[in-house]
């Protein structure tokens, strides 16, 4: 009796794959009613680089698959899958990706693809990592992975939202860190020293106001962070947020000298859309 009522138990948390490369949701957090993260099980064959994006989605109408690419925001020892996604209403994708439960299948293309990688940058001393919005879904990956932290004395993450509650996912990931256990084994217990923190908002208030890219112009970003501005010769950054962002900070960061890198041809940045449906 027991015995089968324990088989139908794990069945209901692991049911049996029907999608092809279906992956089994296993937990979902609901931050705003604009944004929610999720996490899956991983496929067996699945092997990435922190900061690398891979397409998963639902089965749409006429049984084809709706895909888009999503970061993967958990670190590549992690057994399973993390994801941090926008809710938009009328999205082909997400108005439905949004009602997902755990126990639900997903499907995940497993070829990680991306320049967000360190592979990407030369060596430097400290490295940026630039966010709004969903865009700190890739840093949520590479801050857990403890090549950051052997790579780089300093570690910078900004993140410019729209809305308070929309730093959530950003502040609890940070503060978990701190406590990483895996990250305290390899790194000792001072690594988290070497990050600095800088989240701001846009539209509601909070303790840091304004558009990274303006409290960049003004100097003001670099007083409160107590740094130097960018130098080519030190700095790295990787730049992860909304199209208007990225190009305008992109172009900043030519100004401070620094040059845009590729996979094959490692510089000292890199540039990454947050994919919006
Ligand atoms: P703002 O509220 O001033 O538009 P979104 O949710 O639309 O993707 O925006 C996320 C955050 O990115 C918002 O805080 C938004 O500020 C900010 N943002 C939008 N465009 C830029 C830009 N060109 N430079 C810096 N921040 C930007």
Redesign the pocket.
Same mark, same amino acid.
């Given at each position: 009796m027991n015995k089968v009522t324990s088989v139908t138990e794990a069945q209901k948390i692991k049911p049996v794959p029907t999608l092809p490369d279906a992956q089994t949701v296993t937990e979902v957090k609901h931050y705003t009613d +604009?944004l929610f993260s999720f996490r899956c099980t991983r496929p067996a064959s699945l092997r990435f680089r922190s900061g690398e994006f891979v397409m998963i989605g639902l089965m749409g109408d006429n049984d084809k698959p709706l895909l888009r690419a999503y970061s993967i925001a958990s670190p590549s020892w992690d057994e399973e899958l993390e994801f941090y996604s $926008?809710k938009v209403a009328d999205g082909p994708l997400t108005s439905k990706l949004q009602h997902i439960k755990a126990g639900d299948e997903i499907i995940l293309r497993p070829k990680p693809v991306g320049t967000l990688v360190h592979d990407a940058l030369l060596p430097g001393k400290r490295l940026w990592f630039f966010a @709004? /919005? !969903? /865009?700190f879904a890739p840093f949520a990956s590479l801050l857990r992975d403890p090549q950051t932290y052997e790579d780089y004395d300093e570690i910078i993450i900004t993140h @410019?939202? +729209?809305e308070v509650g929309?730093l959530t996912y950003g502040r609890d990931l940070i503060d978990s860190i701190k406590t990483d256990e895996l990250l305290h084994e390899l790194m000792g217990a001072h690594f988290h020293e070497k990050l600095k923190y800088y989240p !701001? !908002?846009? +539209?509601e208030e909070s303790p840091k106001m304004g +558009? $990274? @890219?303006?409290l960049m112009r003004s100097g003001e970003a670099f007083t409160d962070l107590g740094v130097t501005t960018l130098n080519p010769d030190t700095d790295r950054a990787m730049i992860c /947020?909304?199209l =208007?962002?990225? *190009?305008? *900070?992109k172009e900043m960061l030519e100004e401070y000298g620094l040059e845009e890198g590729a996979n094959s041809d490692p510089k000292h940045y890199v540039v990454e859309k =947050?994919f *919006?449906d």
């Open positions: +604009r $926008i @709004t /919005g !969903t /865009g @410019t939202c +729209r929309e !701001t !908002t846009t +539209r +558009r $990274i @890219t303006d /947020g909304n =208007a962002f990225n *190009l305008e *900070l =947050a *919006l």
